[in-house]
Structure formats: structure tokens, C-alpha cells
């Protein structure tokens, strides 16, 4: 007797469907891709075992277009067993991070500028930091200027002396590190 739909609605499916076993598989073949990009230095510090470490070095210096591609997918077969969410998190503290020293390097360079521009800035950054060396930061400031006016009228082509200026940032991504 064939079965009616009835008869399916007494079955328990609790596992998920082909479709999203494939997805969850091309999910981790994809992020495979992403670790053998990686450095191998990168690579040391990721939460993965040794068997799954070795594949992706192997992928890496793998050039024949078929057995990287076969390496590849190795890696993925590999990452079944890894934790991938783990492996995620990492990978977006490195993406995020750099984002976050982006724009702190941007608040130093207009920081910097500022110093170079107002005098009154000086003031706002010793009271913000009030342990940090005056007399330092006084004399960068200065040489900076001096740099800055003979920069102006240099003619073109000639190559700007920005010795003090990169200095004066250096002494300010100190003091920003400090205060950490």
C-alpha cells in the first residue's frame, strides 16, 4: 500500500536538511580559502590542530592549479573538525582591530597636526596627560614648525625633511600606548 501524507507527518525530522549540510560545508570551505591567505605567523596563533595546520601550509605552497584546488578542498574536509567559531572570532579581532589602530593613528596625525598648528593644544594635551615631558614635546613642536615653513618653499621636486614631524608623532603614539 503506498504511503499517504499522513503517513509523513509521523516522522520526526530533526536534522537538517541536505541543502543546509551543503551550505555549513561551503561555509567552512570559504573560511578554508580565508586561513590559507594567512601569514604563517597568523596562522600560529589560530586555534587549530596540527593535521588541519599542516594541510593549509601544504596549500599554500602548492602552485599546480589542480592539486591546490583538491589541497583546498582537504582544508574544508579538515575544518568539519576544527572549531569554527573559534577560528571566526579570531580572524574578526584581527579585521576589526586593524580598523580600530586605523582610526587611532588618524586622531594621532590630527592631534599632531593641531600641536603644529595651536599652541592652546599643548595645553589641552598637559592637562590630559599631565606626567608627560614638556620640554620634549615643546622642542618637536618647534623643530616641526621650522621643518613645516622651510618645506613651503622648497620648489618642486625637492624632498620634503619631515624628521621632526614623524618624531613628533612617534612621541605622541608613545603617550597614547602608555595611557593604555
Known amino acids: 500500500m503506498p504511503a499517504t501524507p499522513e503517513d509523513y507527518d509521523d516522522y520526526d525530522y530533526d536534522r537538517p536538511s541536505k541543502s543546509q549540510i551543503k551550505r555549513d560545508m561551503l561555509d567552512l570551505l570559504e573560511l578554508g580559502k580565508k586561513l590559507i591567505d594567512l601569514s604563517t605567523d597568523q596562522l ?4 587549530i590542530d596540527e593535521a588541519l595546520h599542516d594541510a593549509i601550509r601544504l596549500a599554500q605552497r602548492t602552485t599546480a592549479r589542480e592539486a591546490r584546488r583538491r589541497q583546498i578542498h582537504y582544508v574544508g ?4 573538525l576544527a572549531d569554527a567559531d573559534a577560528i571566526r572570532t579570531q580572524l574578526d579581532i584581527w579585521e576589526n ?3 580600530e589602530q586605523t582610526q587611532s593613528m588618524h586622531r594621532l596625525e590630527a592631534l599632531r597636526d593641531l600641536l603644529l598648528k595651536d599652541d592652546e593644544a599643548l595645553t589641552g594635551l598637559l592637562q590630559a596627560y599631565p606626567g608627560t615631558d614638556i620640554q620634549y614635546l615643546r622642542t618637536l613642536i618647534r623643530e616641526g614648525r621650522k621643518e613645516a615653513a622651510n618645506n613651503a618653499a622648497l620648489k618642486p621636486g625637492q624632498e620634503p ?8 608623532f612617534q612621541a605622541l603614539k608613545l603617550l597614547n600606548n602608555s595611557t593604555e
Request: glycine fraction near 6%; hydrophobic fraction near 30%.
Open 44 to 47: 600560529k596563533k589560530l586555534p
Open 77 to 80: 574536509k579538515l575544518m568539519r
Open 97 to 99: 582591530g586593524s580598523r
Open 161 to 168: 625633511i619631515r624628521k621632526h614631524y614623524r618624531a613628533l
